[in-house]
């Protein structure tokens, strides 16, 4: 059974503070998607990434797929109140299926 | 506005009952995916549907069953509900079964069986 774990399960920092949120397996991805979630809504996609190493930036968020393929980290730069909300890293199964790790809740304190 | 919708929005009825859970994929995306949250379990796959045709099936208990009809509309069918059922259902959907374009999700209904 290929899993998905993401550390920390919580984190709370203050508003400036750079953070950085782990997403690793034991298991080869042919890709892995970041995907925010907030309350009463679903996840929407932030990035994917599909190559060993590759790097993407989106603004202040830098995410990084690492070189086997088996795990992504999520950086995120002077955080602001609004990146407040729940981040499900997603692997690649084959072609069609994607499984979900149970997610970093992340609170920003103004 | 994701551009999937799911209807209802929430749910509540009582156990061992039948209810039906309806999403309308993005305007052009031919696959549907339905996802089961919970607090516990996080983001469960369900089934998933091509083009009218079921093409994975996940985590799907017996009770439950999905189709997907011409217009690309897919129904969740559960049934025999349990309280352990209560959970965030989600509809998903994307252009083809292609993993690297990501999933657009809707916003879910909330069912709570009492």
């Known amino acids: 059974t290929q899993l998905l774990e993401q550390s920390p399960q919580f984190l709370s920092i203050q508003e400036g503070e750079n953070l950085t949120v782990y997403c690793n397996s034991s298991?080869?991805?042919?890709?892995l998607q970041w995907y925010r979630q907030e309350p009463g809504e679903g996840p929407v996609l932030l990035v994917t990434v599909v190559t060993g190493g590759e790097v993407k930036k989106l603004k202040r968020l830098t995410f990084q797929f690492g070189d086997a393929r088996k795990d992504s980290s999520l950086h995120i730069t002077a955080a602001q109140t609004g990146d407040t909300g729940l981040y499900l890293c997603a692997g690649g199964v084959g072609d069609d299926k994607i499984i979900f790790g149970k997610g970093t809740r992340l609170h920003i304190l103004p | 506005d994701s551009g999937v919708t799911q209807t209802p929005k929430h749910l509540i009825t009582a156990t061992g009952q039948r209810v039906t859970l309806r999403c309308s994929p993005r305007?052009?995306?031919?696959?549907v995916y339905w996802y089961q949250q919970s607090l516990d379990q996080g983001l469960q796959f369900l089934i998933q549907y091509y083009n009218g045709e079921e093409r994975a099936k996940g985590n799907i208990l017996e009770r439950f069953s999905a189709q997907q009809f011409p217009d690309l509309h897919s129904e969740l069918n559960l049934s025999s509900l349990e309280l352990g059922d209560s959970a965030l259902y989600f509809c998903a959907s994307s252009v083809d079964p292609g993993v690297p374009y990501g999933y657009t999700f809707g916003s879910g209904t909330r069912l709570t069986v009492v």
């Open positions: 298991s080869v991805f042919s890709s």
């Open positions: 305007s052009g995306d031919l696959s």
